[in-house]
């Protein structure tokens, strides 16, 4: 029997000065990466900057971000970000888009998530499309008319929807081409999404802290404080084991006095599992190897990748991915 089509993504933060991100691209696409994409997480860098330099450093990836939101972000702007970073990368872009974390702190309208997310990718489907008929929604609008001013590459661009939520997973099944869940590693989860889908045609992607180190205690005392913050906001969000609500009630008030050491150091081995790729170069394929034979299409690896991020980026692309591409 024939293996699924696998795909392998590099996922960055936007910490690093302009300049920095070239290098880690190319590198990753020489490794034999699919995808390589950046956060756009509150508080650091916007996405744009770093995707452009992606885009002009390589020639094959995948390029977009994970994701863009349409509350901190209209969308005329979604649709010329993406526009700007397809020119880029002549015609490689994707666009994630989801309904965002932490934006309440932003004092935000976050109400009517779904919808938000809807509405805003059939404005930029329409602007990209140059239909210029107008739209008329709850949250998003576009009068008669109205079309984007400049040329864009391709009229149509992939969707990535990025999502816990069911109804928006069903909202992917419908319209995009990959649902991401950010901040999973946990092979039981995939055949959720794919009921919460619908539909067989969306790829599945999993993306998480990701610490990769010849020594696998060091690695995985370093993603329990990686990924403290993460499983403090998506912990209870995973359906197929729980986590103990003590855990949580333990874990929310130290994240949030920003001691994440403290926080990390009270996640157990299996939980951290589920949350995080960490370990030996062995391990971590191992962990991807089981997302994938679970049906997923990508599994991303996220920052910090590694004790220092070059070294676990290079062990990514030297131990990690030649593990995975065995036939």
């Known amino acids: 029997m024939s293996r699924q089509r696998r795909e392998l993504g590099l996922a960055l933060q936007t910490d690093k000065p302009l300049g920095e991100y070239a290098a880690f691209a190319r590198r990753a696409e020489d490794a034999g990466f699919d995808v390589v994409t950046t956060f756009n997480d509150l508080w650091f860098q916007p996405a744009l900057p770093a995707l452009l330099e992606i885009a002009a450093a390589t020639e094959r990836v995948r390029v977009g971000p994970s994701c863009l939101n349409p509350f901190t972000l209209h969308p005329i702007e979604l649709a010329g970000q993406v526009a700007a970073i397809d020119r880029a990368s002549r015609g490689r872009a994707f666009l994630g888009l989801a309904a965002g974390a932490w934006l309440e702190t932003l004092g935000v309208d976050v109400s009517l998530p779904l919808t938000s997310v809807r509405e805003a990718w059939e404005v930029v489907r329409r602007l990209l499309a140059g239909d210029d008929e107008g739209f008329a929604g709850k949250r998003?609008?576009?009068?008669p008319g109205e079309r984007l001013r400049y040329p864009v590459v391709r009229r149509e661009v992939p969707l990535l929807v990025g999502t816990w939520a069911p109804r928006l997973a069903a909202f992917a099944g419908e319209t995009a081409d990959e649902l991401?869940?950010?901040?999973s590693a946990n092979p039981a989860l995939v055949p959720l999404l794919r009921e919460w889908i619908g539909s067989d045609r969306?790829?599945?992607?999993?993306?998480?802290v990701t610490v990769v180190d010849e020594d696998r205690s060091r690695?995985?005392?370093?993603?329990?404080?990686?990924?403290?913050?993460?499983?403090?906001?998506?912990?209870?969000?995973?359906?197929?084991?729980p986590l103990e609500p003590e855990l949580l009630r333990r874990i929310g008030p130290l994240v949030a006095a920003?001691?994440?050491a403290a926080a990390g150091a009270l996640i157990p081995d299996d939980v951290l599992s589920r949350f995080a790729f960490a370990g030996t170069p062995a391990d971590v394929a191992a962990q991807a190897e089981a997302v994938l034979d679970a049906g997923a299409l990508r599994v991303d690896f996220?920052?910090?990748?590694?004790?220092?991020?070059?070294?676990?980026?290079e062990l990514l692309c030297r131990e990690v991915l030649p593990r995975l591409r065995v036939s």
Not at 202 to 208: D, E, N, R
Not at 302 to 313: A, L, N, S, W, Y
């Open 219 to 241: 690695a995985r005392a370093a993603a329990r404080e990686e990924v403290a913050m993460y499983v403090d906001v998506v912990g209870a969000r995973d359906p197929t084991t």
């Open 302 to 313: 996220g920052t910090p990748h590694g004790i220092d991020e070059r070294q676990g980026v």
């Open 140 to 143: 998003f609008s576009l009068a």
């Open 180 to 183: 991401k869940v950010g901040g």
């Open 202 to 208: 969306v790829g599945i992607v999993l993306g998480a």
């Open 258 to 260: 920003g001691d994440h």
